[in-house]
């Protein structure tokens, strides 16, 4: 078979009541396939509100609908919508397979466009596809909108809720996790970090799906546990340990930084210079040269040394498996830091003993949820946030949070040209 444009055509985008006649290649600068399409003769329109088939009175202007590129040349259909009068709608705007509403683009383009988004930014998607940054996100605002209202709900028993900081102006945005085993997603995302955010959250969850949860995790903010007992009463909420490490590298840093404060009064600032880093990563992600900085630093007796080594032997809390003994040494610790007159690290301390059952109820919850369930999704988002060089609006954030994390479906036409 000899292959021409409208044989693809035919391929990809089956439309039994419609036929493209003339393709061309325009003769302008900005060179483009031309597809001009028009309905089977006799053929009826559809109604978009009822769906029956009806007769035509008259054409609308000429619309352009922007399809997949080939091999990068610009594809539009051009074609004249029809009215109908339909017998129990009145007069209306026929509908047609390739696209929705009054989108410039085609529905195939559409989730070929979306799908790209889920793996480079948007402003990246519009550069490569020669389209513009608001078609691109029109596409995904559309993949989003058709994958939230499809979602499963089934089998939800764990939650994590998280906040990120994405804006100077804007602050907070508060992030709801499915964190099970079986599925990680982000399921809900809502402006701010407030009781209202959190109460609307519930709100769109629904009661009976909160009460059937096992396990909330959450950081130590006394709003969201409130409200967690009283909406998810019979699930246990935990904390994660990304929460209490994120306090006690807060408490080093402000050790480190009042340390270096008196130090440079007495001359000596050039021990903890460039330290900041030996102290707030993982040793073994450390360079080479970290590693010797931070031998050098642990060679002195050094406020800042104490704090990073009272930090360090908290982690072996969550190698325990029994919650009593775990509970032991959490008291000794406790203790230890209260003895050591480092005042950052004693504020851990003291909300680490007023929240010591919470801080347990992780090892209940230890077979059921991974350690780091909530940071592993958190990461993720701060990795959307940075690759696409901010967000103008929160909305926009929202959406591309959903398109990203949210594991949502995409029918079949997603896959056509992807
Ligand atoms: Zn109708």
């Known amino acids: ?55 035509g009175y008259d054409q609308l202007p000429r619309r352009e609908f922007i399809h997949v590129p080939i091999w990068g040349v610009a594809v539009v259909f ?43 930014s948007m402003q990246e998607v519009a550069r490569q596809f020669r389209s513009t940054w ?42 709801v ?23 609307d959250f519930f709100d769109w969850f629904g009661e009976a799906r909160s009460l059937s949860l096992n396990f909330v995790c959450s950081d130590m903010w006394k709003p969201y546990l409130k409200l967690i007992a009283q909406r998810a009463k019979n699930a246990l909420n935990i904390l994660d340990r990304f929460h209490i490490a994120q306090k006690l590298s807060k408490a080093i840093d402000e050790v480190r930084a009042g340390e270096t404060q008196s130090l440079v009064k007495r001359g000596m600032e050039v021990v903890l210079k460039h330290s900041r880093w030996c102290f707030l990563k993982n040793p073994e992600n450390l360079t080479d040269k970290q590693k010797v900085k931070l031998k050098d630093l642990l060679a002195c007796n050094l406020k800042t040394i104490r704090a990073y080594l009272l930090k360090e032997d908290f982690q072996n809390f969550w190698d325990y498996t029994s919650a009593t003994w775990a509970g032991k040494f959490l008291d000794q610790w406790c203790t230890q830091v209260m003895r050591s007159k480092l005042e950052p690290m004693k504020k851990v301390a003291k909300t680490i003993r007023a929240h010591k059952q919470l801080i347990l109820n992780w090892f209940e919850a230890k077979n059921e949820i991974s350690l780091g369930a909530v940071e592993g999704q958190n990461n993720k988002a701060k990795v959307v946030i940075r690759k696409s060089y901010g967000f103008r609006t929160a909305k926009v954030l929202e959406i591309s949070l959903y398109h990203k994390l949210g594991k949502l479906q995409v029918p079949e036409l997603a896959h056509v040209y992807f």
């Open 1 to 55: 078979m000899q292959l021409t444009v409208k044989t693809l055509l035919n391929f990809k985008e089956d439309y039994p009541l419609f036929i493209s006649r003339d393709v061309r290649l325009t003769e302008k600068k900005d060179r483009r396939i031309e597809v001009k399409v028009d309905a089977r003769c006799g053929s009826k329109g559809v109604c978009p509100d009822c769906g029956k088939k009806c007769p």
């Open 78 to 120: 051009l074609y004249r919508l029809r009215r109908l009068q339909c017998p129990s709608c009145g007069v209306v705007a026929e509908v047609v397979p390739w696209s929705t509403g009054k989108s410039p683009l085609t529905t195939s383009y559409a989730w070929y466009l979306s799908e790209w988004a889920k793996l480079l």
């Open 134 to 175: 608001h078609h691109v996100f029109t596409s995904v605002e559309m993949a989003v909108a058709w994958g939230r209202e499809r979602m499963d709900f089934t089998n939800i028993t764990a939650i994590g809720v998280d906040e990120i900081h994405w804006s100077t102006k804007l602050g907070f945005m508060t992030l």
């Open 177 to 199: 996790y499915q964190i099970d085993n079986h599925c990680k997603r982000l399921l809900w995302c809502g402006e701010k970090r407030t009781e209202k955010t959190i109460t």
